[in-house]
Every structure is written in structure tokens, then in C-alpha cells.
């Protein structure tokens, strides 16, 4: 449950049923979360934060491809596939997450699980979608800590979600320190997954998933106020002074019928819903976004015989990416923990107490 200061949603469309990326039809999201305490290598594995997180559209996806479209506010990490869903319009493949130095790992992983499930593939090849996120904070990057299995448990808890809606754990289970988020950073507090969905007056759903790791803590806001100034920064970024970076993967989902076009326009939002939060989209940043919508996807080398919508019809759409977008920064933050990392690092949540007192005196 929210707190009471989140109990009305951002913006005038409402959720769907769980709030999140499930809300979509067919959609799914699955984490496979790392954490271990080793000695510092090469005597060990050093310590782990870390993890893999999987945003899948539903289906086979190379079978049947997803239109899509990528946006890009500041270019500082990486998204894998992102040339090829510029250049064809589509996505052969879920969404994957993870740690910077786990891209290639996980790449590999995706490659041969995807294979696995279609062995056309041999005959064509894939490209991944793989978006990264730097950790280094709190996990050590010099340990390859993903492995094959991390990744194929990620994929199929997403397959389960898909099927079966929210998760044993409940929709607590879907975000904060989960999967790829971990070991993430957001505005000087612990960041990690989010996730909101908002529904448009035709039933349409629209959804995102962020992993959020951006930001200063001087620059937080909420609904308009920019309550960073009033609260007191984290020890550890008073300690530390570090230059403020990190990086958002933002990736939007949606039952929606749009051409790759429109799914690059709806990316783009998600950057308006970051900067409401605060994001200044810092010179070390990596602010990468991506659209996929099912509402045109058709088996592979047919089309669909539905007619995209018009761009006189997407401002609903718009307005209810970027809110979505806003809460799922929300999300992450308001539902990550206290986190002590490498080095002994300690990276608080947020203080809802003290933000809650401060909404409330107005």
C-alpha cells in the first residue's frame, strides 16, 4: 500500500490492477537478484549487488516482433539492439537489465536461451536488447557476478508473470532493490526497479519500467515541490561528493497500435516524467528509453491489418507515459531498502517518515 501522501495517483488517468507493466496484456517482468558477501578478488568474488531484470512483451518474440522505438536524452551507457530498432521498427526480442560490466554476459546468455526456444534463429541471428546501468557504488565490477542461470531465471520468472499476474511475493515483489536494480542509486537515495501503469479512456493501457540510478539528492522533486532542498543529504553522499551520474533505462509497453515512429515519439516522454522528478539528465548519465508496442505486431515477415493510430490521437497517450513515468521513479525509491555494499558503503532509503512530514504540513 502507498503511503498516504501517494495515494492518488500522479496525473488524471488511472492504474491499472497492479499498477505495473502486468497490466498490460501479455506483458511480463521478472528479476533474478545477486547478492553475496565474498573477499575482494583475487581471493574471492568480492561483494555482489547486483543482478538481471527481464521486460517482456508476451510470446515468442522473434517469431513474432514487437514494434518499437528508441529516444535517447543523454547517451552515457548502452542499449544494445537499439540500431536495429531504429533501422527496422521492431524488437526481436524481451527487454533485458542489468550492471554495466554484465552487459556482455548477459548478451551471451539471451543469445543462447533465445536460441533454445528458436532454433530458426541459427539461420538468422539475433541482437539482444540489453540496457545497462552502472552499480559500482555498491557492487564490485571487477567479478563477472551474472551467470546463464541468472538470466534464464529472470526470462522465465517474466514468462510466469505473464501468465499468472502478480507474483507470490505480492506487487511489492516486482520492485525497489530487485534484479537489476540491486545495487542502483537514485537522487542520493537507494533506487532500483519501478514500474507503474496508467489506463486511457478506451481501455488502452499504457506501462513502464524503469531502473532508475540517476540524479542528485539536492534535486529531488514531488508533484511540483522540490523537497530535496529540504531534506538532509544522505551521510554517504555528503561523504563521498560524487559527481552526479548513473543512468535510467526507461522502457515503455503498450497495447497501443503504433508504428515504429510513434513508439520512438512515446519513448521520448519518459524523459518529461524524469525531469518532474528532478533529473537534469547529468553529463554522466545515460537516459535511454524504448518503446514497444503490441497492439501492430504480426508474425514475422507479415503485417498487421489494423491501421495505426494518427498522430492527432496520441496526446492521451503522451500525458499518461510521462505520469506513469513519474510514479515508477516514485516506485523505485519508496519501495528499495537500506543497502550496504562494497567497500561498506551504506546507501539509505529514502525517509518516508520525514517526506511524508514535510507533504503533510502543506
Not at 543469445?111 to 546501468?133: K, N, T, W
Not at 489506463?199 to 529531488?220: E, I, K, R, Y
Not at 553522499?237 to 503498450?254: F, Y
Request: proline share 7%.
Amino acid at each position: 500500500m502507498p503511503p498516504a501522501f501517494l495515494a492518488q495517483s500522479f496525473g488524471r488517468f488511472p492504474t491499472g490492477p497492479s499498477d505495473s507493466v502486468l497490466d498490460v496484456p501479455g506483458a511480463g517482468l521478472g528479476h533474478a537478484t545477486i547478492v553475496r558477501d565474498d573477499a575482494d578478488p583475487p581471493t574471492g568474488s568480492g561483494i555482489a549487488r547486483t543482478g538481471v531484470t527481464v521486460v517482456d512483451p508476451g510470446g515468442d518474440v522473434w517469431a513474432s516482433p514487437v514494434p518499437a522505438g528508441v529516444a535517447v536524452l543523454n547517451g552515457a551507457g548502452e542499449l544494445t539492439g537499439s540500431l536495429q530498432i531504429r533501422e527496422w521498427g521492431v524488437t526481436e526480442t524481451p527487454v533485458f537489465l542489468t550492471s554495466t560490466m554484465q552487459v556482455g554476459r548477459v548478451y551471451d546468455a539471451a543469445c543462447r536461451l533465445l536460441m533454445d526456444e528458436q532454433p530458426e534463429i541459427a539461420d538468422s541471428v539475433v541482437i539482444p536488447v540489453v540496457g545497462e546501468c552502472d552499480d559500482s557504488w555498491l557492487n564490485d565490477p571487477r567479478t563477472m557476478h551474472v551467470t546463464d542461470v541468472d538470466v534464464a531465471n529472470a526470462m522465465a520468472q517474466a514468462r510466469l508473470s505473464a501468465g499468472e499476474g502478480v507474483p507470490t511475493g505480492g506487487r511489492a515483489a516486482l520492485s525497489g532493490c530487485v534484479g537489476a536494480g540491486t545495487g542502483t542509486v537514485c537522487m542520493g537515495w537507494k533506487g532500483g526497479i519501478g514500474t507503474s501503469s496508467r489506463v486511457l479512456p478506451d481501455g488502452t493501457t499504457v506501462a513502464v519500467v524503469l531502473l532508475t540510478n540517476f540524479g542528485a539528492p539536492h534535486q529531488l522533486t514531488i508533484r511540483g515541490r522540490v523537497v530535496g532542498e529540504e531534506l538532509d543529504e544522505p551521510d554517504w553522499w555528503a561523504a563521498h561528493h560524487p559527481e552526479p551520474a548513473g543512468s535510467c533505462i526507461g522502457v515503455v509497453v503498450t497495447d497501443a497500435p503504433l508504428d515504429s515512429a510513434t513508439a520512438t515519439r512515446v519513448a521520448a516522454r519518459v524523459g518529461l516524467g524524469l525531469a518532474r522528478c528532478g533529473s537534469v539528465a547529468h553529463h554522466g548519465s545515460g537516459e535511454i528509453f524504448c518503446c514497444l508496442a503490441t497492439g501492430l505486431r504480426a508474425p514475422r515477415g507479415a503485417t498487421s491489418d489494423r491501421a495505426a493510430w494518427p498522430s492527432s490521437r496520441l496526446d492521451d497517450l503522451f500525458e499518461a507515459t510521462v505520469d506513469a513515468t513519474e510514479s515508477a521513479v516514485w516506485d523505485s525509491i519508496l519501495s528499495a531498502t537500506t543497502t550496504t555494499g562494497r567497500r561498506g558503503l551504506t546507501v539509505p532509503a529514502l525517509p518516508r517518515d520525514r517526506l511524508e512530514a514535510l507533504l503533510g504540513a502543506t
